[in-house]
């Protein structure tokens, strides 16, 4: 699918489902603009970034909320993939890639939210792919972010530098998405415990294991594989 098609189809999805996509875009502005703003802030290059890592995410709820259907997701995901490669080579997005490490995670985090809305909207269960995105969104944020600031006991992984606090911080957001979640779907059960268990050690084993970004596909996809496998094994 190239990027003129995708641009083709998100117009006709605008007019199909004009209020929906408002609200979408309306809440990538708001995060754009607090990122921004806390840039102008003085707040470093890593807090603003994770404030967009957070916070853009969250398009996956709207997207299952408003029931889009998923080639608008997959389309939406090949034109900001797009621009993320662009970024690379000009300075389009500094408050997002500017963080003094070589990384695709930009990339990599707009093709996991196609591939997920790709894989799971038509099976009919889209809440695994929203709590895939989820994990990455707030796991991964908030386990970087705190084992830059508390990070005390840290170990190494094929040359990259984590922190067990921070590892803790990525299971315990993982296990409470997942809680969060399927919880809303299917009821709060012994099953859904044991599941959130199961993906808040994958999740956290993926994330330790990443390099260049790459655990913004890995881990989405990684905890939607493995939030569905429990959850037909355990019942």
């Known amino acids: 699918m190239t990027t003129q098609v995708a641009m083709g189809q998100l117009e006709t ?23 921004e703003g806390a840039r102008r802030l003085g707040w470093g290059p890593e807090i603003t970034r994770k404030i967009v890592h957070i916070g853009a995410g969250h398009v996956i709820v709207l997207a299952w909320w408003f029931m889009l259907p998923a080639w608008m997701g997959i389309a939406a995901a090949v034109v900001f993939a797009g621009v993320a490669l662009v970024s690379y080579r000009l300075p389009i997005l500094p408050g997002i890639n500017s963080v003094g490490r070589r990384s695709w995670g930009t990339f990599f985090y707009a093709t996991s939210i196609g591939v997920v809305m790709g894989w799971c909207w038509p099976q ?44 803790l911080t990525m299971a315990m957001a993982s296990a409470l998405v997942v809680v969060v979640v399927l919880g809303v779907v299917q009821g709060i059960t012994w099953p859904l415990m044991m599941t959130a268990l199961g993906v808040a050690i994958a999740a956290t084993l993926l994330e330790s294991v990443s390099k260049y970004g790459i655990d913004n596909l890995t881990v989405p996809i990684g905890a939607t594989a493995t939030a569905l496998v429990l959850s037909r094994l355990l019942g």
Not at 23 to 34: E, T
């Open 124 to 167: 009919g269960y889209p809440y695994f792919g929203v709590l895939g995105i989820l994990i990455m969104c707030w796991g991964d944020g908030l386990a970087a972010l705190v084992g830059q600031r508390w990070g005390q006991h840290g170990y190494q992984v094929w040359g990259e530098t984590k922190s067990w606090e921070g590892s």
């Open 13 to 35: 999805g605008v007019a199909a489902y004009g209020w929906q996509v408002g609200i979408v875009l309306a809440w990538l502005l708001l995060i754009g603009g607090a990122s």
